[in-house]
């Protein structure tokens, strides 16, 4: 991946919907150019698809939190995952160090749909305890994870 691969992810982040011919007049890169370039993102697996990016609060999701579960001694990550699948207020999961064995993220309708969503997720079986932060605003939100040079 080079300069210009970086450029053109970056550009695809911005807006998704931009055409080839958009993102080639930014990149110096005819539109077939470009196009080759994200198919071949693409299939390297560094471009995993395209996604419409939903403001929650517009939808009645308006309220999110941050919950630790802290799990039996043997509970795997797999374990983990298929649990929190089940829930359809969780919108991440990941391990961590620390303490808690997983942070969740949650956002629901309001507090007593987050408390619900809660009592779910403290019934999994493997979970013994939790602790919950919920979150007051969201300052800063990238729509990826990974810094491109822009």
């Known amino acids: 991946m080079d300069a210009v691969d970086q450029r053109i992810i970056a550009l ?14 930014k ?37 999110e939190a941050f919950v630790e579960l802290f799990c039996t001694g043997r509970t795997t990550p797999a374990q983990i995952t298929v649990a929190t699948r089940r829930h359809p207020e969780v919108i991440g999961a990941y391990t961590v160090s620390g303490q808690a064995d997983a942070l969740v993220h949650l956002r629901a309708a309001d507090i007593g749909h987050l408390e619900q969503a809660l009592e779910r997720l403290r019934a999994e079986p493997f979970v013994t305890s939790t602790r919950s932060m919920v979150v007051l605003s969201r300052l800063v939100e990238a729509p990826t994870a990974i810094p491109l040079s822009s």
Do not use: H, Q
Not at 12 to 22: G, I, Q, T
Not at 38 to 49: A, F
Not at 52 to 61: D, H, N, Q
């Open 27 to 63: 990149v110096s890169l005819s539109a077939p150019a470009v196009k080759r370039r994200v198919d071949r993102l693409r299939s390297t697996g560094v471009i995993k698809g395209f996604t419409a990016v939903i403001e929650p609060s517009a939808v009645g999701w308006t309220t």
């Open 12 to 25: 695809l982040v911005a807006d998704a919907r931009a055409s080839y011919a958009e993102i080639g007049a």
